[in-house]
C-alpha cells in the first residue's frame, strides 16, 4: 500500500514543466499502475483539499471549481485507491457541490456534505452556506455573519 501526498497527484494532473518532468512521469506511471491494479494506494482528506486548493488558487494554476473537479475526480474513482466508500463519495459529492457553488472553497463543500443528513446543528458564522440545500445555519443570537 502507498500513501499518495499531494504533490504526486499534481504531477500527475498538471502540465509538467522541464523540471518536473521525471517527476510527471513517475506520478503517472504510478497512477496507471493503480488503474491496473498492481498498485493499491490511499490518501488522507487533508491531501485531497491541499489538491483542490493548489488548482483553484490564483497564484498557482487558477483553474474554476468545474476544472478542478473534472482533473480530480477520474483520480478519486480508481478501484484502487482506498478510501472509505462513504469518504469517496463525500469526495465525488463535495466536488460536484463546489462546481455548482464556485463561492464556496472545496473545505466548505466537503464540510456542507459532511452535515447533510446528520441530526446535529452546523454552527457558523459563514453565509456562504446560506441557500444550500439541507443545510441550516446556527447562530448565536445577535451574532453577524462573516
Known sequence: M????????????????PETQVMAAAAR???RAIGRGEEEATTSEAV????????YAKRHYGLP???????LRPF????????????KQR????????SANP???FVDALTA??????DIAFATFDSDFDGLPDIARWQPPNAGAA
Open 2 to 17: 502507498i500513501f499518495l501526498d499531494a504533490n504526486v497527484f499534481l504531477r500527475a494532473i498538471t502540465e509538467a514543466t
Open 29 to 31: 506511471d504510478l497512477f
Open 48 to 55: 485531497i483539499a491541499e489538491v483542490a486548493f493548489i488548482l
Open 65 to 71: 471549481p468545474d476544472r478542478v473537479a473534472a482533473r
Open 76 to 87: 478519486l474513482t480508481l478501484p484502487h485507491l482506498h478510501l472509505p466508500r462513504a469518504a
Open 91 to 98: 469526495y465525488l459529492q463535495a466536488l460536484a457541490l463546489w
Open 103 to 105: 463561492r464556496l472553497g
Open 113 to 118: 456534505v459532511t452535515v447533510v443528513g446528520m
